[in-house]
């Protein structure tokens, strides 16, 4: 069983919060972590970049000289890739790197990278987010309360809230999600995780 104090936003202990991991998941396997963590970086990639071939290059597609009778080396047209100006020989052309594992396989790597962080004891259980106006003050000073100052912590909240949002996009190593889009690689990218009670109920199937 995994046990830990539920904080306030003063940082004091509030409650206890107790639960089994298999309600999470079975184990942990990191090559599934690790395949996923890979999925999700291919998929920002752009994927734009693109070389001219000799195709796409601007000039005469006239051989410069003839092959024969000159004394000098046989040529081709100028757009040629050995010659300056020319095009690029196997030329990069875009592409889409978007691929998807499995549904399955993705909602239980963000469980195992969520259930690390409770092992690892990376994880923060707050009662809930009492941010009543956009303040940078009241989130930097949650955590500092809890000791997360200067690190990278991902903030979990239910449903958008633009007050949280707005509160902490300033400060340096914070993220802000909604518990319903996290997902493996924002969990395992900031090193602390901070969750609400009703949100982790839901991620356990609790009723709150």
Known sequence: MISLPIKDMAGADC????????????????QLLHDAVVMYRANKRLGEVQNKSRGMVAGST??????????????????????RGGGRAFAKTPRDFYYRLPRK????????ALLSKFQDSEAVLLKSWDVPEVKTRQISGFLKSVGLTGKTVLLTTEGVNQN??????????????????????????????VITVAELNRILGRQS
């Open 15 to 30: 409650g206890q919060f107790t639960f089994d991991p298999a309600e999470l998941t079975d184990s942990i396997c990191k």
């Open 105 to 112: 396989a993705v909602q239980k790597a963000t469980r195992m």
């Open 164 to 193: 949280v949002y707005k509160s902490a996009r300033n400060i340096h190593g914070v993220m802000v999600l909604p518990g319903t889009d996290l997902n493996a690689f924002s969990l395992l990218r900031q090193r602390h995780v």
């Open 62 to 83: 006239r051989k410069l000289f003839k092959q024969k009778g000159t004394g000098r080396a046989r040529m081709g047209p100028i757009r040629s890739p050995i010659r």
